[in-house]
Every structure is written in C-alpha cells, then in structure tokens.
C-alpha cells in the first residue's frame, strides 16, 4: 500500500519558521517526483512546491524565496522548509505523489 504521512505543522506568530516533513511508503521514491500543496479554509488548493526525482525543483510565486523543499531519498522523506511565514500561510499542507495525498498537517500562522 503506497501511503504519504506528513508532519511538523503547527502555530507560529507572523515571521516565524517552521519545517514539513512527508515520508512516503511503498513508492520507488528515488523515481518520484513530491508535490507540496496547501488548502486554506474556504479556499481552493494551492500548489507550494515541487521537488523532481532529478532534483529539480519548483515553487509557487506567493512563496518563492521564503520557502525550501528538498528531499532526502535515504529515508524516503520530503521536507519543506517554511520561512518568513505570513497570516496568508495558514492552511492544511499535503504532499502528493502520482495523485495519492497524506491527511496533511496544519500550520497556523497568527499576525
């Protein structure tokens, strides 16, 4: 069973850091390519990032230079590194690979 487990969310004050982490099971990882997205509350989901198998990455505009993915394919683990957070960041970050998601875990982010 191919499964996606995040981890690390919680609540920051405005400013503040805070890093994901999502362990994937029963998937050729090292193949894979990791999407970090986020839905808000009364919002549509929104794709954060993506990390390929080549190691190439992406990241959405509203984040870009505050947040850093990489991944370390010895334990099957993708992180997101989340800096200068903002009130707008607070949402359910997921990871996905191949349209299976985790639950996701949540970041709140007060002003």
């Known amino acids: 069973e191919r499964l996606l487990a995040e981890s690390g969310g919680g609540s920051v004050q405005s400013g503040g850091s805070l890093r994901l982490s999502c362990v994937a099971s029963?998937?050729?990882?090292?193949?894979?390519?990791v999407t970090w997205a986020r839905q808000a509350p009364g919002k549509g989901e929104e794709r954060v990032s993506k990390?390929?198998?080549?190691?190439?990455?992406v990241y959405a505009s509203a984040v870009k230079d505050r947040f850093s993915i990489s991944r370390d394919n010895s334990k099957n683990t993708v992180y997101l590194e989340m800096n200068s957070l903002k009130p707008e960041d607070t949402a359910n970050y997921f990871c996905e690979i191949d349209s299976i998601r985790g639950q996701g875990t949540q970041v709140t982010v007060s002003s």
């Open positions: 029963g998937f050729r990882f090292s193949d894979s390519d």
């Open positions: 990390i390929f198998s080549d190691g190439n990455v």
